[in-house]
């Protein structure tokens, strides 16, 4: 799980090429672990969510921080 001190640090190395008021952050409810089964409707939820927000900002470059996306 990301915790905001990590959230931070990464914009904080960010910081010398894009400002903070470019940077966001998406984090959909969880859990939404697929392999379980009574998480298959959130985590369909959350990846809905995140393609409304990522086409919303209109991004150049979406970074993803997470070693497994979803999890």
Do not use: C, W
């Given at each position: 799980?990301y915790t905001a001190?990590?959230?931070?640090?990464?914009?904080?190395?960010?910081?010398?090429?894009?400002?903070?008021?470019?940077?966001?952050?998406?984090?959909?409810?969880?859990?939404?672990?697929?392999?379980?089964?009574?998480?298959?409707?959130?985590?369909?939820?959350?990846?809905?969510?995140r393609d409304i927000?990522?086409?919303?900002?209109?991004?150049?470059?979406?970074?993803?921080?997470?070693?497994?996306?979803?999890?």
């Amino acid at each position: 799980m990301y915790t905001a001190h990590n959230v931070a640090e990464v914009k904080k190395q960010f910081l010398d090429i894009l400002p903070l008021d470019e940077m966001f952050v998406f984090s959909g409810l969880g859990p939404i672990e697929y392999r379980d089964i009574s998480n298959h409707g959130r985590s369909s939820a959350a990846k809905k969510s995140r393609d409304i927000a990522i086409a919303n900002i209109n991004p150049d470059i979406v970074y993803v921080i997470g070693f497994f996306e979803v999890y």
